[in-house]
């Protein structure tokens, strides 16, 4: 994974640190995720937290730098090979 990308409720947060300016509302919204680095950009980090609070969290960014992608381990279980018939 890398810098700026964070997994967390079924969801992957992703950070266009071309179009972050560092404002930080949404590491002051949900800290757990989200902080500034060295760079004065937002990182986000791999926690589960509520759904909503991050759906808002990405809503409220005033440059739309956060973007919300469902995860790679809500896939469909794989088949068995075992027949059904
Ligand atoms: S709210 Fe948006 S612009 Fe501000 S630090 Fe977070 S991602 Fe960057």
């Not at 002051?28 to 989200?34: G, H, N, T, W």
């Amino acid at each position: 994974m890398s810098a700026g990308d964070g997994a967390t409720a079924g969801l992957r947060a992703i950070v266009d640190r071309a179009e972050c300016f560092g404002f930080g509302y949404c590491a002051e919204a949900l800290p757990a995720v989200f902080h500034l680095d060295a760079e004065g950009k937002s990182v986000a980090t791999d926690v589960e937290v509520d759904r909503a609070l991050l759906l808002r969290a990405a809503d409220d960014c005033p440059r739309a730098a956060i973007s919300l992608l469902p995860t790679a381990g809500r896939m469909p279980d794989a088949p068995s090979g075992e027949p059904t018939a």
